[in-house]
Structure formats: structure tokens, C-alpha cells
């Protein structure tokens, strides 16, 4: 098996689990008479919290001597702790064991890109070949779960979520080849860790990357958490959730495995612009509720929205970190994009939701558009001139 499929493998493990959590675990949790603010604060606090166990589980994870065995255990450890969410304790307990498998589940995929980035960068393939299997197992999730919901429970969401973060440990094992955190006399102390975070968080160019390229990427917020049950409310059936889901992630494909000479050609600069500026689009019409014909196209907007705000967002770190370093940073990018924006957003997100509908939307037209005024500032960043 070549490598790109072994590596697409472990995406695959990895996003089969937020195919279906990302628009169901919402369904998962009113099943349980949430409201919309208390599912915006369960989904929102490992999100703010990821400014901090971001950054510390990267430096947790560079100090073993193989990039792939924290992985391992944070598969086990993820998968045992969504299988606690079955325990019917309340609110509190449901958002203490929540935190601690989403926090864990949700810093591995940063991780694996650490990995695949630079065995592409040396073996030539396209990163986007892996990356797109691990996006069509998100669309398998998508419909797939979508159709079972109609004919069972929502428990059926917990338990597939489970299955899926015991899968991305195991993938990890078996499919990740035995990458050193490390090249041979570099020091690996705590000092030396620490030292490369300071470094990044107190550069100008890298922040402004990360702020502008999160503020895109966080501005999703409102249509991960709340997409399902405002179509839902609107007449939409769950089944054709999975279907409009997996519209916005095939094109997303589409673009990682077929669009790499053209976005090479643009340039991640060019890449964050057009991203930030196909979400003001994209929010906005859907905060009026268009109807279903409508919505399949704003869905296809998600190859720039997404994928290219994604990959921008991944080169320019790259570009704007060292190898010593790129765990951190990586970890710094997921955990603004995923985590501190993300998180502030769901949180609103859920008032919105319960006091204005799909109206919530126009919260994420603003960060889309905050964020495409700072990648516009990015073209006076002389570490990205080619």
C-alpha cells in the first residue's frame, strides 16, 4: 500500500468521527432537552480551551522520540472518553467528558498534518491526496449517518463517534510511518520547546496568518453546530442534511485531489482572500433561509470557504515556522481556527440560534470579513513574497 493511501487511511479514521459529531452530536445532545445555548456551551468550551491544550499537548506529544506514539494514545484515550458520554449524569457531567474527548480528538488531526506535510515536501506527492480520502470518509459519515438517523436514535451518533477516535489510534499504529519528533542532536528539554512557542506567538507576520486565516475557518461556527437543526426547522428531512453535508465536502475533495497546479499558481495569499470572500457570500445568503434549490450551490461555495482557506492557512504556517517548530505552530493555527475563534463563535452561536433562527449566520458574515481585511494585510508580509 503506498503511503498516501496509509496516510489517507488515518485522516479517514480521524474524520469518519467528525462527519457524523460535527452536525449530529447537536441532534445527540437536544435528544437529551438541551437548549441552544447549553449545546453552543458543551461544543464551545474545548474549543476556547484550545489556546491552551493546543500548544501544551504539542509540546506533550514532541516529547516522545516518534511523532505517531501520542497519537496512539490519544485515540484510546478520546474513544473511552466519548463512551462516558453515555452515562445519563446531566448537563455538567455531559459537558466534563465532552471537554476532555473533544480536547484530545480534535489536536490529533493537527498533529498527523505535521507528518503529512513534510513526507510530501520530501516524497513529492500532493498533500492533498491523503487529505481528500480523509474528506470522502467525512462525506460516508455525512449521508450515512444522516439516513440511519431517520430509522433509529440519535445514540446511534455517540456510539459511531466512538468507534471512530478507537480507529484513528489504531490507524496511527499501523498506518503512520515512524516519524522522529526530532533530527539527531537537536535538544528535546522543555526549555528548548517553550522557547520555539515564545518565538511564534511573538511574531507579527505568523499571528496576523493565524488571526486572519482563524477568523475564515472559525466563521464555520454557526453552520457546524446549528446547520442540522435550522433545515430541520425549516422542513428540511436529516436524511437530505447528510446529502447538502456532503455536497460542501465533495467539492472540497474535488479541490484538494484536482485544483494542486492552480492553487499553486495562486498562492496561499490569494488562496485566504478568495476564502474570505466567498464566506461573506456564503453567510450571509443563508442567514435569509433560501430555499433548498439555493442552497446546493452557497453549499459548493465550501471548496473555498473551507478547503482553501484550509490549505492557505497550512502553507503560510508552514512558510512562517522551522522544523523545530512546527508542531507548535500547527497546533497555534488549529487552535485558533478550532478552538479560542470557534469557540467564542458556537457560544454565540447558541443564543443566536435560540433567539433568531438562521439569522445567527450574519455573527459569521462579520468574522468572515474581518478575517479577508487581514489576509489583504498579509501582501505587506515580505516572509511570503515569492
Known sequence: MSLPVRLGLVYSALFVGTGASSPYMPVWFADR?????QIGVILSAPMLARAFTAPAIAMWA???????TPLILMGAAAALGYAALAAPFGFWWWFGVWFFASSILSN??????????????????????????????????????????????????LW????????????????????????PGQSGDLRARMGGLGGLLRDPAFMLAVVSAGLIQSAH?????FSALAWKQQGVPESLTGVLWGVGVAVEIGFMWFMEPWRRAVGPRRLLVLGGAAAVVRWT???????????????ALHTLTFAATFLASLQLVERLSTPQNASAAQSINSALSGGLLSGAATIASGWLYDISGAKGYL?????????????????GVKQLDP
Not at 62 to 68: E, G, K, M, N, Q
Not at 111 to 117: F, N, P, Q, T, Y
Not at 285 to 299: D, E, I, K, R, T
Open 108 to 157: 490529533m488531526s493537527p498533529l498527523v498534518d505535521v507528518i503529512v506535510l513534510r513526507r510530501a515536501r520530501l516524497d513529492g506527492f500532493n498533500y492533498g491526496w491523503p487529505r481528500g480520502i480523509g474528506s470522502a470518509a467525512f462525506i460516508v459519515a455525512n449521508v450515512g449517518v444522516g439516513w440511519l438517523l431517520v430509522r433509529t436514535s440519535p445514540d446511534l451518533v
Open 160 to 183: 459511531w463517534v466512538v468507534v471512530a477516535a478507537g480507529l484513528g489510534g489504531l490507524s496511527a499504529r499501523y498506518m503512520l510511518p515512524p516519524e522522529p519528533v526530532r533530527e
Open 285 to 299: 445568503v443563508l442567514a435569509y433561509s433560501p430555499p433548498l434549490w439555493a442552497v446546493f450551490p452557497l453549499q
Open 62 to 68: 514532541d516529547s516522545f522520540h516518534l511523532r505517531r
Open 221 to 225: 461556527a454557526f453552520y457546524y453546530a
Open 363 to 379: 455573527l459569521m458574515t462579520l468574522m468572515s470579513a474581518a478575517g479577508l481585511i487581514g489576509a489583504l494585510r498579509l501582501y
Open 33 to 37: 432537552q438541551l437548549s441552544g445555548a
